[in-house]
């Protein structure tokens, strides 16, 4: 907040003449009210340049910001069995702020084991839902078994609701369609009526049993239903629905239908709105159902808010998407898929009830407007979160934080006021008690009509006069009457330049701003205004800041040169707890999809990521083996907020669980199984060892090759061998088949030659 502006620093280049103005300047600012001074420092200044200028430290001005803790029981363990539970801490604090300063307070809440629990069964008794009661009369005892695993310590009731009983939501033709609205389908039921309250919260389950049993439907001309009207009188008649103070508050609404909401009571001529009261008649009726309209959505939400109920919607899947709607715009609320006879509603209220028990979410009422709140969660693993204020996935017993930051933008006229920080649907609450400190304690020691200015001309406030009315002047020395042209030299801040930059007058030396219809015109030359900042879409500073002297200030939560950008997160957490579903960084409030293919609010479509399998297994390997890309980059715990839990084997939970399998750096085959229970919470159950290729054994392998070369060198002899033989044989056939192609005479030796040789001669012809 300091920083050199023409040789100074923001405290002395305002123009501010008093300490008042001075404080609002920055919280750096502190104000010399020393009557006399030596030299001609500034009074407003830097508490240590007005220590250094002799300033003496009784006369120096300087209110600090403070927090401190007024009331702080430690949190408790366990709900049932102790005089008082508590679930949040501390309980009061008080906040001293001076103008534009902030404090930073911590808040810790507990969801406590075995909290006591009432819950109120508010049921559509139309005609449609005929099957449904049937299934719900033993609702009571099945109920209390399983909500004993959870709490020792639950009462319920009932109540029903079908519709405005005036035309045009009832049947009013034939007259006896009046008493009986299923007279013309032929059958007998009970006359129309909006809401009546059967059942008080008691802890005797048997008693829900035998109430239910007594109850009949009716029947409604139109479709939607007076649910809402049910609703608000649920709520606000605490004598007698018997909400108990330390209790969780469940309201459970079953419909197969839509509702009316606020103005729909206009078809019937009814525009006096609804306004909140208790009107259950002695029988126990909803008597000002056909007087005032249907509640709003604005209306129910405080109201719940205000009684700490949540609201679990229990309704058929026709309609489930409307209701899903409605549980965005009111805090606490679940909604379930109701099937259509209402034979899983018990399942569904255990789980709607854990994922209550998982979240918390912290709401504020009654904010100042001169306060702005900036939150930081740390939810799991000691992990901050900034901008967000809730935290999923919990487990019963686990301990949350919130770190608040408190700025005051202004001072509003009212010195002190409060505020309350509440987790929804809990009873607990922090009470914020602020006390503006825009006033500076040597006011209180105004001299009126002091001689020190100009022989009683003004008043001596905090070192300096403030003058009387047409007095002008440090010492109120001088009257708007004596105008003198040589006193203007002191009016430029340079020679040259245009006297109180041309939006004021120059009178006994000091500059006289004009007023303006934008805004104020203030500084010690008429340099500065109110009203001269950038504008976005049409509003100063965006409507999320003040226009200090041409500069947006913004508030804690903004940012930007228009405080057009907020340092909010909370607007981008997906469903899974993370942060534009991992896809993608907040920018300015909204996610910016980095990851292809990725686009919603939230990054939450991407139909080109990899699947569960792919992104869990980086999970698996940094939360369970302590190693991966994940581990290097230090951010395990903040993208994997995953449970690990390690098993022999992959169980089967449903068509909710996803088995996975992949190989790890070692080529060993990992198995593991992804699964979201009722709560939100996800799990991965990983088999305790992997499975890896063993190595080789090496006297195997000796005896291996040994036993190869045996063989080798066996087949080859026995190769040879039979080329050997296949050759010899082939020989042996040669000869027998030349000995038997010979043809000479056994009786005459070839090779015998006679002793005597014969020959012949040529020339003799004989008897020729």
Same mark, same amino acid.
């Given at each position: 907040?300091?920083?050199?502006?023409?040789?100074?620093?923001?405290?002395?280049?305002? @123009?501010?003449?008093?300490c008042?103005?001075?404080?609002?300047?920055?919280?750096?600012c502190?104000?010399?009210?020393?009557?006399?001074?030596?030299?001609?420092?500034?009074?407003?200044?830097?508490? +240590?340049?007005? =220590?250094?200028?002799?300033?003496?430290?009784d006369?120096?001005e300087?209110?600090?910001?403070?927090?401190?803790?007024?009331?702080?029981?430690?949190l408790?363990?366990?709900?049932?069995?102790s005089?008082?539970?508590?679930?949040?801490?501390?309980?009061?604090?008080?906040?001293?702020?001076?103008?534009?300063d902030?404090?930073?307070?911590?808040?810790?809440?507990?969801?406590?084991?075995?909290?006591?629990?009432?819950?109120?069964?508010?049921?559509?008794?139309?005609?449609s839902m005929?099957?449904?009661?049937?299934?719900?009369?033993?609702?009571?005892?099945?109920?209390?078994?399983?909500?004993?695993?959870?709490?020792?310590? =639950?009462?319920?009731?009932f109540?029903?609701f079908?519709?405005?009983?005036?035309?045009? /939501?009832? /049947?009013?033709?034939?007259?006896?369609a009046?008493?009986?609205p299923?007279?013309?389908?032929?059958?007998?039921?009970?006359?129309?009526?909006?809401?009546?309250?059967?059942?008080?919260?008691?802890?005797?389950?048997?008693?829900?049993?035998e109430?239910?049993?007594?109850?009949?439907?009716?029947?409604?001309?139109?479709?939607?239903?007076?649910?809402?009207?049910?609703?608000?009188?649920a709520?606000?008649?605490?004598e007698?629905?018997g909400?108990?103070?330390?209790?969780?508050?469940?309201?459970?609404?079953?419909?197969?239908?839509?509702?009316?909401?606020?103005?729909?009571?206009?078809?019937? &001529?009814?525009?006096?709105?609804?306004?909140?009261?208790?009107?259950?008649?002695?029988?126990n009726?909803?008597?000002a159902?056909?007087?005032?309209?249907?509640?709003?959505?604005? =209306?129910?939400?405080?109201?719940?808010?205000?009684?700490?109920?949540?609201?679990?919607?229990a309704?058929?899947?026709?309609?489930v998407?409307?209701?899903?709607?409605y549980?965005?715009?009111?805090?606490?609320? +679940?909604?379930?898929?109701?099937?259509?006879?209402?034979?899983?509603?018990?399942?569904?209220?255990?789980?709607?009830?854990?994922?209550?028990?998982?979240?918390?979410?912290?709401?504020?009422r009654?904010?100042?407007?001169?306060?702005?709140l900036?939150?930081?969660?740390?939810?799991?693993?000691?992990?901050?979160?900034?901008?967000?204020?809730s935290?999923?996935?919990?487990?019963?017993?686990?301990?949350?934080?919130?770190?608040?930051?408190?700025?005051?933008?202004?001072?509003?006229?009212?010195?002190?006021?409060?505020?309350?920080?509440?987790?929804?649907?809990?009873k607990?609450?922090?009470?914020?008690?602020?006390?503006?400190?825009?006033?500076?304690?040597?006011?209180s020691?105004?001299?009126?009509?002091?001689?020190?200015?100009?022989?009683?001309?003004g008043?001596?406030?905090?070192?300096?006069?403030?003058?009387?009315?047409g007095?002008?002047?440090?010492?109120?020395?001088?009257?708007?009457?004596?105008?003198?042209?040589?006193?203007?030299?002191?009016c430029?801040?340079?020679?040259?330049?245009p006297?109180?930059?041309?939006?004021?007058?120059c009178?006994?030396?000091?500059?006289?701003?004009?007023?303006?219809?934008?805004?104020?015109?203030?500084?010690? /030359?008429?340099?500065?205004?109110?009203?001269?900042?950038?504008?976005?879409?049409g509003?100063?500073?965006?409507?999320?800041?003040?226009?200090n002297? &041409?500069?947006?200030?913004?508030?804690?939560?903004?940012?930007?040169? /228009?405080?057009?950008?907020?340092?909010?997160?909370?607007?981008?957490?997906?469903?899974? &707890?993370l942060?534009?579903?991992?896809?993608?960084?907040?920018?300015?409030?909204?996610?910016?999809?980095?990851?292809?293919?990725?686009?919603?609010d939230?990054?939450?479509?991407?139909?080109?990521?990899?699947?569960?399998?792919?992104?869990?297994?980086?999970?698996?390997?940094?939360?369970?083996?302590?190693?991966?890309?994940?581990?290097?980059?230090?951010?395990?715990?903040?993208?994997?907020?995953?449970?690990?839990?390690?098993?022999?084997?992959?169980?089967?939970? @449903?068509?909710?669980?996803?088995?996975?399998?992949y190989?790890?750096?070692?080529?060993c085959?990992?198995?593991?199984?992804?699964y979201?229970?009722?709560?939100?919470k996800?799990?991965?159950?990983?088999i305790?060892?992997?499975?890896c290729?063993?190595g080789?054994?090496?006297?195997?392998?000796?005896l291996?090759?040994?036993?190869?070369?045996?063989?080798? @060198?066996?087949?080859a002899?026995?190769?040879?061998?039979?080329?050997?033989?296949?050759?010899?044989?082939?020989?042996?056939a040669?000869?027998?088949?030349?000995?038997?192609?010979?043809?000479?005479?056994?009786?005459?030796?070839?090779l015998?030659?006679?002793?005597?040789?014969?020959?012949?001669?040529?020339?003799?012809?004989?008897n020729?």
């Open positions: 907040l300091c920083f050199a502006v023409s040789g100074g620093n923001i405290c002395t280049t305002r @123009g501010v003449n008093s008042k103005q001075c404080l609002a300047v920055s919280p750096l502190a104000w010399c009210s020393a009557e006399v001074r030596a030299g001609s420092s500034p009074r407003c200044d830097l508490r +240590t340049n007005l =220590l250094q200028n002799g300033c003496g430290q006369y120096i300087f209110p600090t910001s403070t927090v401190t803790i007024l009331e702080d029981r430690p408790s363990n366990k709900g049932s069995g005089s008082t539970t508590t679930q949040m801490s501390p309980q009061k604090i008080q906040l001293n702020l001076r103008p534009d902030s404090q930073i307070f911590r808040v810790q809440v507990r969801q406590v084991e075995d909290y006591p629990v009432d819950i109120y069964y508010l049921m559509d008794l139309s005609n005929k099957d449904d009661l049937r299934n719900i009369q033993n609702l009571g005892t099945k109920l209390a078994s399983e909500m004993r695993k959870l709490t020792s310590n =639950l009462r319920i009731g109540g029903a079908v519709d405005k009983p005036i035309s045009p /939501y009832m /049947y009013i033709s034939p007259p006896q009046i008493t009986n299923c007279y013309e389908i032929g059958e007998t039921c009970l006359p129309m009526f909006g809401y009546k309250h059967v059942l008080s919260l008691t802890d005797e389950v048997t008693r829900f049993n109430e239910v049993r007594k109850q009949s439907v009716s029947r409604n001309r139109d479709a939607p239903e007076g649910g809402f009207d049910a609703i608000i009188q709520t606000v008649c605490n007698k629905i909400w108990r103070n330390d209790a969780s508050h469940l309201l459970v609404f079953t419909t197969d239908a839509k509702t009316h909401i606020a103005l729909d009571g206009r078809l019937a &001529g009814i525009v006096q709105p609804n306004d909140a009261q208790c009107h259950i008649d002695k029988d009726f909803y008597s159902s056909t007087t005032l309209d249907y509640p709003s959505l604005g =209306l129910m939400t405080e109201k719940l808010s205000q009684k700490n109920i949540n609201l679990i919607f309704v058929t899947d026709t309609v998407g409307l209701y899903q709607n549980s965005e715009l009111i805090p606490g609320t +679940t909604v379930g898929t109701l099937s259509r006879d209402s034979s899983n509603v018990l399942q569904l209220i255990v789980d709607s009830y854990g994922k209550i028990r998982s979240k918390v979410e912290l709401e504020v009654d904010l100042p407007e001169e306060l702005s900036a939150f930081n969660a740390t939810c799991l693993n000691d992990e901050v979160i900034p901008g967000l204020k935290c999923m996935g919990l487990k019963i017993g686990d301990t949350v934080s919130f770190s608040i930051e408190a700025k005051v933008r202004g001072c509003p006229r009212e010195r002190q006021k409060s505020f309350t920080i509440k987790p929804v649907g809990f607990d609450s922090l009470t914020v008690v602020v006390n503006f400190n825009c006033d500076c304690s040597c006011e020691q105004a001299e009126a009509n002091s001689s020190s200015c100009s022989r009683g001309n008043t001596l406030e905090c070192g300096v006069c403030r003058c009387n009315p007095r002008l002047g440090s010492h109120c020395e001088c009257s708007e009457e004596e105008y003198n042209p040589s006193q203007q030299d002191n430029s801040p340079q020679p040259g330049q006297l109180c930059s041309q939006r004021g007058e009178i006994c030396r000091q500059c006289v701003c004009h007023s303006s219809d934008f805004g104020k015109v203030t500084g010690k /030359y008429c340099e500065c205004d109110d009203f001269s900042c950038v504008r976005f879409k509003q100063m500073c965006s409507g999320h800041g003040q226009c002297c &041409g500069d947006c200030l913004c508030d804690s939560d903004w940012t930007g040169d /228009y405080c057009n950008c907020t340092t909010r997160t909370d607007t981008c957490m997906s469903s899974n &707890g942060v534009c579903s991992g896809h993608g960084s907040c920018v300015c409030g909204k996610c910016d999809c980095t990851q292809p293919g990725s686009y919603g939230t990054c939450e479509k991407c139909p080109t990521c990899p699947d569960a399998c792919t992104i869990k297994k980086d999970c698996v390997e940094c939360k369970k083996f302590e190693r991966g890309v994940l581990m290097e980059q230090q951010s395990c715990s903040r993208m994997c907020r995953d449970e690990i839990e390690t098993v022999q084997e992959l169980g089967d939970r @449903g068509k909710d669980a996803v088995n996975c399998t190989k790890d750096e070692d080529d085959v990992v198995r593991f199984q992804y979201e229970d009722s709560s939100g996800s799990i991965l159950y990983v305790e060892e992997p499975d290729p063993k080789p054994d090496i006297l195997v392998v000796l291996s090759v040994t036993g190869a070369i045996l063989l080798i @060198g066996l087949a002899l026995l190769i040879w061998k039979l080329l050997i033989t296949i050759h010899d044989r082939r020989e042996f040669r000869f027998e088949e030349e000995k038997a192609r010979a043809k000479w005479d056994t009786g005459h030796n070839p015998y030659k006679e002793a005597t040789s014969t020959f012949t001669n040529i020339t003799y012809r004989g020729m």
